[in-house]
């Protein structure tokens, strides 16, 4: 993979992706490094897939609904580049283009590790279709928050009982699933990082949130414009 700072003709900003299992702590990180980057005069946008455009969220809502069980998978996976490449025109690309430093909580990794390695489709499908959506645009920099199954199935479910009591609580589909699943979704992220050390950073979660984000600071600091 190329990254987006290949098309420096085109912006000035920087991208950066956050990726793990469902209840790695990521998005919290995500606004931590927000606030960071804010409070030195960053220019900061956050998104957010599969969402991020007013489009996204609708896209978004048919995705993660409980009670579509009968999606395919390879339905699933061009309704998550549907809503990437909306994100992708409408927001991510004007903001880099003004300069500023884009987080995005989930990117195409989440398709290769969920569609490619959780619902086995491999690797290439999910290669091809983001040519596709988005053709030659990477994330510079991927911060992957490694934590264990029963870590990550834990915090989830206590999650998921705490958003039962309000509007989101039909939005578990995807973390409903099997265990091997979920194996197979980590097994794939790790794969990514040997294949890529230099974008993409496997961060070791299994820590409290200040320690988290000070090894995550330390991964990103020496890489800010
Ligand atoms: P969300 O509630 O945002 O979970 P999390 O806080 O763990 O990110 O739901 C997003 C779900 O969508 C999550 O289970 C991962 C899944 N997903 C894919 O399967 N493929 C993708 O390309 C993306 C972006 C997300």
Not at 5 to 25: A, C, K, P, V
Not at 65 to 94: C, Y
Request: glycine share 8%.
């Amino acid at each position: 993979m190329s990254s987006a700072q290949n098309e420096e003709s085109t912006h000035r900003g920087l991208f950066i992706t956050f990726e793990g299992t469902d209840g790695s702590g990521k998005s919290t990180q995500l606004k931590l490094l927000a606030k960071r980057l804010r409070a030195q005069n960053y220019d900061v946008v956050e998104t957010v897939e599969p969402g991020g455009t007013a489009i996204g969220t609708q896209i978004r809502r048919i995705l993660l609904d409980s009670g579509n069980d009968e999606i395919v998978p390879m339905a699933e996976l061009l309704l998550m580049f549907a809503s990437r490449a909306q994100n992708v025109e409408q927001t991510i690309r004007p903001a880099l283009q003004k300069g500023a430093i884009v987080l995005c909580d989930r990117f195409t990794d989440s398709s290769l590790a969920y569609q490619g390695g959780g619902r086995n489709l491999g690797f290439e499908p999910i290669l091809a279709a983001h040519r596709l959506a988005v053709g030659d645009f990477f994330p510079d920099i991927t911060l992957c928050i490694d934590i264990d199954l029963e870590t990550s199935l834990a915090r989830a479910q206590s999650r998921n009982q705490r958003l039962s009591k309000t509007a989101d609580h039909q939005e578990t589909r995807l973390d409903d699933q099997s265990l091997d699943f979920h194996e197979r979704v980590r097994k794939a992220y790790h794969r990514i990082a040997q294949q890529e050390p230099g974008r993409f950073l496997l961060v070791d979660g299994q820590t409290d949130i200040e320690t988290l984000a000070e090894r995550i600071w330390a991964a990103i600091s020496p890489r800010l414009p």
